[in-house]
């Protein structure tokens, strides 16, 4: 193998709640230490979570995205936590570029410690967006509803600005997205106004609209015990 068992993995979750529970778990590793695709893929594959960055370059914020079975151009809560990381090294809430395969994302942070990204729409997962009558239809969700709904988004109002989401996403070898922020991007941009989106067991996001092109996702991050590669 050319990467060691050693090779620490930081441990991050994405868009916790406002007590720092839950969020969507995030492996990152230096991308010098897992260089060729194939074994980062195996990487991503053995980590088992829904994402795992490979940061190539801490200066420029190049960096690849692999879930369990396939490489994303971009997605969100990888990107969110990335940037995240890289203010805490640099002791900044200032703007930094992050460029996935995907595009050019621009990411700050701001006083309460969240971190945040504008993000092209066009790069985004083909999620299939349904809208369903209830909370307590979303809630009774145990997986998707469709065979077809294979990278799909349920989501229903709770009030005014306040959604409830579930993500399914068997295509990309993830069951639950615990906290899907490219989700956040496209259903914010679908309904045409800023949300605070309740999704999986806990998880809290916040996004809104910019124009046809981009959006803005944004929420907490905390850094867990690092792991080491199994």
């Known amino acids: 193998m050319p990467y060691s068992e050693d090779t620490p993995v930081r441990m991050l ?10 969020g969507n778990p995030l492996g990152v590793i230096d991308g010098s230490l897992v260089a060729a695709a194939a074994d980062r893929q195996r990487v991503a594959r053995e980590l088992g979570f829904s994402e795992t960055v490979f940061l190539d370059n801490r200066s420029t914020g190049e960096l690849r995205i692999f879930t369990p079975a396939v490489e994303l151009p971009l997605a969100g809560h990888p990107l969110v936590g ?14 930094l570029d992050l460029r ?20 092209p729409l066009a790069s985004q997962p ?45 295509r990309v070898g993830v069951a639950e997205d615990e906290a899907t922020g490219s989700a956040a991007l496209l259903l914010t941009t679908l309904v045409g106004k800023p ?14 609209p910019v124009d046809s092109e981009r959006a803005v996702i944004g929420g907490s991050v905390v850094e867990d015990v690092p792991l080491r590669l199994p």
């Open 195 to 208: 949300l605070e989106i309740r999704q999986g067991k806990g998880s809290l996001l916040y996004a809104r």
């Open 13 to 22: 979750r994405v868009f916790t709640d406002e007590v720092g529970h839950w």
């Open 82 to 95: 990335t940037a995240w990381l890289l203010r805490h090294e640099r002791a900044t809430t200032g703007e």
């Open 126 to 170: 083909d999620w299939t967006i349904v809208e369903l009558d209830s909370l307590e239809a979303v809630e009774a969700l145990d997986g998707p509803l469709r065979p077809e709904h294979d990278q799909v988004v349920y989501w229903a109002w709770v009030r005014s600005g306040l959604v409830r989401v579930r993500c399914f996403a068997p």
């Open 100 to 119: 996935p395969p995907g595009g050019r994302v621009r990411a700050w942070g701001d006083e309460r410690d969240r971190s945040w990204i504008e993000a």
